[in-house]
């Protein structure tokens, strides 16, 4: 039985349509929904291709580098593949997921994006008496705009260095590359949560030993976290992005130690809070400093663009400073979701 995938004709204009990934042109030209029922169900169109050239990336029978390369056809999936390896790397231990309520898909370099700033008298949960006027939440956007950031690195290696290196082998500095762009995404993040987007939103700070909060300074005890916690309402405190030391501060507090909250890390590998928020630590965040956020309200993702190569280098054997970026920005929804708690 011959399959449309077979006969393609694959070419660099692939690459370049506006509002198009490549995979997305590959499906519309070779839609996966006709191979129901197939032995290729399961498959996308890029994997479909890779069977067409017989093309293993994966395990220790993978193919060599050069095996792109046999034919002009082939080798125009090369910048796909690397594209999707860098992406892995990218989301294989990526936390943006955990601390983002949203992920907003928007096509240029400067954002504008929504705010809903309640004042007091706003907040307060009043009935409404028959005939009375229905309490109003306005939706404004943004004074100012949010600025997107591309993050990337120079891929430089020539050909010949690289040819004959197994597509294992070399998936793994692709992932390598993939996983710094998104401690840089990270980092982006960090710093619209604590000092705003630009909309004079930044993050309300509070110091341990210094009303509301108990306890000592430069000391984190469970009685200051509790307070902490305390001023998130109507919000919840969720989720915690913590330094390296005080991850460890709180990992040696008793409350951390109860044979439950051990259990479920040894368990799952997921550290949870006696308070219930989800526990991420990261090197993006200031020593000393420990992030609360309601992940449902806090924080908004803006993607300018999914990893990109410079396929023209890639396609013609030109790797030789060849980069591979991401745009992203990120963007404060509710400013009272967030808050930071300093050591």
Not at 110 to 119: E, F, G, N, W
Not at 218 to 240: E, I
Request: glycine share 8%.
């Amino acid at each position: 039985m011959a399959y449309h995938y077979e006969n393609l004709k694959l070419e660099k204009g692939m690459y370049g349509r506006s509002g198009r990934s490549f995979s997305q042109t590959l499906e519309e030209l070779d839609p996966s929904e006709h191979y129901r029922g197939t032995p290729l169900e399961g498959l996308d169109a890029f994997q479909r291709q890779l069977k067409r050239f017989d093309i293993r990336v994966k395990g220790a029978g993978s193919d060599m580098v050069e095996k792109f390369f046999h034919t002009t056809d082939s080798a125009v999936l090369f910048p796909e593949f690397v594209s999707r390896v860098v992406r892995q790397g990218l989301e294989e231990e990526s936390i943006l997921p955990d601390i983002t309520a949203t992920v907003t898909s928007f096509d240029g370099m400067d954002y504008r994006s929504i705010a809903s700033v309640p004042t007091e008298e706003e907040k307060a949960l009043r009935r409404v008496e028959e005939g009375a006027a229905i309490p109003e939440t306005t939706i404004r956007t943004q004074e100012n705009l949010v600025r997107l950031h591309k993050r990337g690195r120079m891929l430089v290696a020539s050909y010949e260095a690289i040819r004959f290196q197994r597509l294992d082998l070399f998936s793994v500095t692709l992932r390598q590359i993939g996983a710094y762009i998104g401690r840089m995404h990270l980092q982006d993040a960090v710093d619209v949560i604590t000092n705003g987007d630009g909309n004079d939103n930044a993050a309300e700070v509070f110091t341990v030993g210094t009303p509301p909060i108990s306890g000592s300074a430069k000391t984190l005890d469970y009685g200051a976290l509790l307070d902490f916690w305390s001023q998130f309402d109507p919000y919840t405190m969720n989720t915690m992005l913590v330094s390296s030391d005080v991850m460890l501060s709180l990992l040696k507090l008793s409350e951390f130690q109860n044979p439950l909250t051990g259990l479920n890390f040894q368990g799952t590998g997921t550290l949870t809070t006696p308070l219930g928020a989800k526990l991420l630590r990261s090197s993006a965040v200031p020593q000393g400093t420990l992030i609360g956020l309601d992940r449902h309200y806090a924080l908004e993702q803006i993607c300018g663009s999914e990893v990109t190569v410079e396929y023209d280098k890639l396609i013609d054997r030109q790797l030789e400073r060849a980069a591979i970026t991401s745009i992203s920005g990120f963007a404060k929804l509710f400013p009272e979701a967030s808050k930071v708690l300093k050591v």
